[in-house]
């Protein structure tokens, strides 16, 4: 399929419109995340998808297959969103009860 078959501009009037209308559904961020990596959004994507995994962590699993985000496999902060380091919740705490000694 040609990308030019693609109609970006529906697909984004309609993610905008159920925005309006349900703004922390995570299927309409994750669905404009998605978007805005088939469009060469990149900050914008990221910002959204991880919006939406804010709202549903699951979706992180369902990123990792998704060949929408193909464009930013490459990318660490992607891989960082989809894969966080287990510790790094752990780890503050413990930094807070060291200084407070």
Do not use: W
């Amino acid at each position: 399929m040609c990308i030019c078959s693609r109609d970006y501009v529906t697909a984004r009037e309609h993610l905008d419109k159920l925005l309006k209308q349900q703004p922390k559904a995570e299927y309409v961020l994750y669905g404009l995340a998605a978007l805005h990596c088939l469009t060469g959004h990149v900050e914008e994507s990221l910002k959204t998808l991880n919006e939406a995994i804010q709202a549903k962590p699951a979706l992180r699993f369902q990123a990792r297959n998704d060949t929408d985000f193909q464009n930013l496999a490459e990318d660490p902060r992607f891989t960082e969103l989809l894969y966080p380091d287990p510790g790094a919740e752990e780890s503050e705490p413990q930094e807070e009860e060291a200084s407070a000694y």
